[in-house]
């Protein structure tokens, strides 16, 4: 967080933390143990950033302005774009699994996980989720070797406020490890019971996922001003 106004720290229901974010302005909740970079270093204004102490899973939530493209085509473009960012490189740049949710086209079964608190208060808005892969050297680095990152790429569309909101979850796979199994959007978007004590990466993963969208809402619509 870039500003100790309207942060929670610690505020743990059930094992999640509620954050404020963006000076309290959204809230959303993670599953315990994940720590505020903004603490460490230095983070953009418009982003709030995330680790895990006990995996190698991130998140990062980031404002960008409303891109002109097609609601049914921005998370691909999104993901392009943090492709380039990353200077990714390599074949694997592939989005395996693609969705976009309205509160027209969700099914019973969804609608209680999917972002709910947000439908609430935007009925039309628009979300889609991209899971997928790409290649890329630890901070750029030219000497670094080339890593997999699996990445789960959420965009909730504020079109009122003209704003993508971009959320990244991004786990490293080391080559050991490359047959692990990239989670499936039903697999954190469904309403499906999942044990609390199993370990893991994946396990951390779909849990995260599917705190945050349960929990997002943004609370002072002024940020967006």
């Not at 599953?31 to 995330?50: A, H, T, W």
């Not at 990353?86 to 079964?109: K, L, Q, Y």
């Not at 439908?119 to 050297?137: S, W, Y």
């Not at 019971?193 to 997002?216: A, C, H, M, V, Y």
Request: hydrophobic share 40%.
């Amino acid at each position: 967080m870039n500003s100790d106004e309207g942060i929670s720290y610690g505020m743990m229901q059930n094992e999640k933390c509620k954050y404020g974010l963006f000076g309290g302005a959204i809230v959303v909740e993670l599953p315990e143990k994940f720590n505020d970079v903004s603490m460490l270093r230095q983070i953009p204004d418009n982003q709030e950033v995330f680790v895990h102490k006990d995996s190698d899973i991130s998140i990062i939530i980031e404002l960008l302005e409303m891109v002109d493209v097609p609601a049914n085509e921005m998370c691909k473009y999104h993901f392009n774009e943090l492709n380039d960012c990353n200077e990714g490189e390599g074949d694997i740049v592939e989005a395996n699994e693609v969705r976009n949710f309205t509160s027209t086209n969700m099914s019973s079964s969804q609608s209680p996980l999917v972002f709910p608190r947000i439908f609430t208060q935007v009925p039309d808005c628009d979300i889609g989720i991209l899971v997928g892969k790409q290649q890329v050297r630890k901070f750029r680095s030219p000497s670094a070797p080339l890593d997999t990152v699996y990445i789960i790429l959420i965009v909730v569309r504020l079109a009122g406020v003209e704003t993508d909101c971009f959320i990244s979850v991004n786990l490293p796979v080391k080559p050991e490890d490359i047959t692990t199994e990239i989670p499936t959007i039903a697999s954190f978007t469904q309403n499906e019971n999942e044990n609390e004590d199993e370990k893991g990466q994946e396990p951390i993963l779909i849990r995260t996922l599917k705190s945050i969208i349960e929990s997002f809402a943004v609370v002072d619509w002024s940020l967006f001003a």
